[in-house]
């Protein structure tokens, strides 16, 4: 009890020692020596207790260091110092004069688009059981399926793209798919059908859904003469 008596009061007196310090209070000869007599006896006790308190004042009344800003040049001029020149085992990089991007030899996607979710936080969700159904086909026609693929929601994740290329067009369907491209505009369908629904399922059956366009760009200024290309479809789920 006696410890933490005399160490309340040394933390007292040193609060109000540091305020002397300040001028706030202890004005004129009579305060001044009652106030340093305080302070004297509360060091005295709490030495006997065993608290550090020249450490804990030094702590107190230590003031912070300086700030110091440099400025524009003297950044750049420690900037410039940090850095190092090459050598062979860390050369500088750089890149060939004649750098040209490889062509993609590979197969060209007939139509591709991206799916998202118009509402990602509602309740509505796919679940990882559904299956993601995907069709194309004509204006004209739209409830003809000329190309398609299905893709297990367990395997994405929204935003997801997609890409269907010539082995996704059904079979009896190239002549009528070949006769599609000409034409510009390629409709897409996007549906999550259940788990036990027959695929492709209906509307009706679907949670969600979605349709958009991929036309076909031409004569876009800035590309050579003859150069074409399809634009991507937006499926917004909902």
């Known amino acids: ?9 040394a933390v007292l007196i040193l609060i109000f020692h540091r305020i002397s310090l300040a001028g706030a209070w ?12 305080a302070a004297a006896t509360a060091i005295i006790l709490a030495s006997q207790s065993g608290v550090p308190v020249q450490a804990a004042e030094e702590k107190i009344l230590q003031p912070p260091p300086p700030v110091t800003t440099l400025s524009s040049q003297e950044i750049q001029q420690k900037l410039g110092a940090s850095l190092q020149l ?21 197969p060209q996607p007939i139509v591709q688009g991206l799916v998202y979710l118009v509402r990602p936080n509602s309740e509505i969700r ?11 086909g004509s204006l004209t026609a739209p409830d003809e399926v000329l ?14 793209s997609f890409r269907m290329y010539k082995e996704n067009i059904l079979s009896g369907k190239t002549s009528q798919w070949s006769d599609l491209e000409e034409s510009g505009e390629i409709l897409v369908k996007a549906k999550i059908c259940p788990e036990g629904v027959p695929l492709p399922c ?15 760009v031409r004569n876009l200024p800035g590309l ?11 499926l917004p789920l909902q």
């Open 1 to 9: 009890m006696r410890n933490f008596l005399t160490t309340t009061a």
């Open 26 to 37: 202890c004005h004129g000869d009579i305060f001044m020596r009652k106030c340093k007599a």
């Open 86 to 106: 090459p050598t062979e085992d860390t050369p500088q990089i750089r890149l060939p004069q004649n750098f040209q991007p490889s062509p993609d030899d590979g």
């Open 126 to 136: 796919p679940y990882s059981t559904d299956t993601l159904v995907l069709t194309a």
């Open 147 to 160: 190309a398609g693929a299905k893709i297990p929601v367990s395997r994405l994740r929204f935003p997801t």
């Open 202 to 216: 209906s509307d009706d059956e679907s949670t969600l859904k979605a349709q958009g366009v991929s036309k076909m």
């Open 224 to 234: 050579t003469d003859g150069t074409n290309f399809r634009a991507a479809a937006s």
